[in-house]
Structures are given as C-alpha cells and as structure tokens.
C-alpha cells in the first residue's frame, strides 16, 4: 500500500540554500496534506499543512505546494538552517471527517553547514 | 507548550507476553490515536479512539490489539500476546478537533520502543 509516497530516501544541502522535499500520491480521495518533521527519539511534529482547494501555503520558511492534477506536493524550506536537519514525512487524510493519516516513508534531510 | 507523554520510552518483552504502552494526551484533546513505525519503514495508522469507543482502526489492529481510557488523563494500549513483528516504536497522538484543521493537528508523543524477543 504505497499512497503515498516520498522517492527520496535522503538529501543533502548547504546552509541558506533551499531545501524540496518532494512527495506523491496515489489516492484522489486524498483532501488535507500535512508534513510533519522528525528528530530521532522524539514523535512527529507538525509543520504545516495544505487542503486540496489551495495550491499553496507559506507559514515563515515553510512553503507548501499542491499540484492536485498530477498528484503531487512538495516542501520547501528556504533559507535552510543546521536545525532543520531531520526526517520530514508527508501525510495526508481522505475525506473530510476521516481521522486516519496516511505517511510517506520520509526523507532525510541533512543541512550541511 | 502542552504536550502528549508515552511511558515507557523502551519496553522488552518476550514473545506471547502481554504489554501495556501507557500515555498522557493533551488534557483539553478529545480525539485519540495510536501509530506505530517498523524500523525503517512509515508510520503506520493503528486505532483512532474517540468518546469512549473505538471509532476507526487499522487491518494491523486484530484482536491482539486493544485500547483503554482507564481514567480522565490516561490512554492505554495493550497487545495480548506479543510476535517478533510487533517490534516497532508505537506513538500515541492526540488532537482536539476530529477534522485534523490547521489549527488542531495531531500532536505526537515521543513514542515507545516495543523489543519482542
């Protein structure tokens, strides 16, 4: 059951650059999205979030883009900093009501200072 | 700022033996929620709790599995008879709004790591 889906396993970038962090799904009941960042040792937290009727949402450094027709979101981080270094999974829920989240199976991102 | 704690932070225990994860959700949360993530893979969707009652679960979620709000702050869940391949690390999370809104996510405990031997 891959739903959804983050094909990068790990990425690398330098300090001030723009980190993307890029994620797919499958399921087009899918309406909320949320990413969620991950220290080792410690549960998700949330980030930010995106509902299917935007495209964007922008909260500080973080930015979340939704491209509903090809089924794909992605987040960016600019300028990237050392603390921001962690696993950023995607979630997202079906349906408005549902309280089930669906993970990807996260990406690494190291900041290199 | 408030936050969801799991006790306790490691747990072994030998196969066929029961468990009990424990956890303190937000106190003003009303919906209640059980993940779990095998090492290395996603975090993976167990039971959703609401009221008192059960309200959605997964397929992973069989009769092994139940939870239990005991009492006003605690949230419990228990595996019977635990197999190698509930080793994972369970997060319990809570939020105040069923819909998950920006403005109620879902907020994570630190997590339990469950050792089966």
């Known amino acids: 059951d891959q739903q959804v889906k983050q094909n990068s396993p790990s990425l690398s970038v330098q300090e001030g650059r723009i980190s993307i962090l890029n994620c797919d799904y499958t399921?087009?009941?899918?309406?909320?999205f949320l990413w969620y960042k991950k220290y080792p040792a410690e549960g998700p937290t949330f980030l930010i979030s995106?509902?299917?009727?935007?495209d964007k949402n922008e909260d500080g450094r973080f930015t979340v883009f939704l491209n509903k027709s090809a089924k794909h979101l992605s987040l960016h981080i600019v300028p990237s900093q050392p603390g921001d270094s962690a696993v950023y999974f995607c979630?997202?829920?079906?349906?408005?009501?549902?309280?089930?989240?669906?993970f990807g199976t996260g990406t690494r991102l190291t900041i290199i200072p | 700022e408030p936050e969801v704690t799991q006790t306790p932070s490691h747990q072994v225990t030998q196969m066929g033996q029961e468990v009990i994860l424990r956890c303190v959700p937000i106190s003003n949360h009303l919906y209640f929620y059980w993940y779990r993530q095998i090492l290395g893979q996603k975090v993976e969707f167990l039971v959703s709790f609401y009221n008192n009652e059960i309200s959605e679960k997964s397929e992973i979620f069989d009769d092994q599995f139940s939870v239990e709000r005991p009492d006003g702050s605690n949230f419990t869940l228990k595996i019977r008879s635990t197999k190698l391949e509930d080793s994972a690390m369970y997060f319990c999370a809570s939020s105040g709004d069923r819909a998950l809104s920006p403005n109620s996510p879902l907020h994570f405990g630190n997590g339990t790591r469950l050792t089966v031997t």
């Open positions: 399921n087009s009941m899918f309406d909320y």
């Open positions: 995106i509902s299917s009727i935007k």
């Open positions: 979630a997202a829920r079906a349906n408005f009501g549902n309280e089930k989240l669906t």
